[in-house]
């Protein structure tokens, strides 16, 4: 079915990383489904994640990824209309139930689900603690699993950074489907998902081509200087308190 809207974005973005000079390195596309649903699990480290990690399913057939995203967005007087008509699925913090049953129906129907099981932007760039909502997804739906790494949008757009730079590199990794999914216990197959999501990760930052040694933009694992996950864990803390006496 012709999304003109949704079509019309895909480009838009595409145009805007060709005119930033971004260096996509895309490997695994070809572990998206040409056709029918799955659950894409993507860790998050930017605000371009969701165009970023939507390439390999427009390299595979030009197919588009309806991505679940906190309630707040669409309520946005611009990017509202514009998230609602490209069918990406809004989530309420306090009750995702809505989300998860939307979700599980528009999978089975055949479309591909984008989700950040980490539910926020890690600050250590590695893969946090993550919700069991995408192994339950793909379970109920009865749809692969599929888990994505992208790399390198958080040098241009994320917690306290917005440059704009050209010729950063991207690198995007699409793992193998998790086929057990269905029948393992919904916590220890979360667990399996955070290996392969941090396998994935690992692999990804090693063909990443700008790790220069103490890096904010490499993990602390790999030589660079984000903060650790205890470091940013601590941060949020403060953060979360600080908010909390603004209000």
Known sequence: MAEPLY???????KGIFAVLGMKLDIVGEENIPVEGGAIIALNHTSYLDFALGGLPADMRGRRF???MAKDSVFRHPIAGPLMRGMKHIPVDRHDGSAAFDAAVSAARSGELIGVFPEATMSRSLEIKELKNGAIRMARQADVPLIPMIVFGGHRVLSYD???????????????TPMSDVVDRDADAATLDLRRELTELLDQTIDRY??????AAWIPQRHGGSAPSLDEAKVIEARLRAERQRQR
């Open 209 to 214: 081509p700008d790790k220069q040694p103490g």
């Open 7 to 13: 079509r019309s974005i895909v480009e838009g973005f």
């Open 65 to 67: 990824v309806r991505f």
């Open 161 to 175: 950074v917005r440059d704009f730079t050209r010729g950063r590199p991207i690198c995007v990794t699409v793992g």
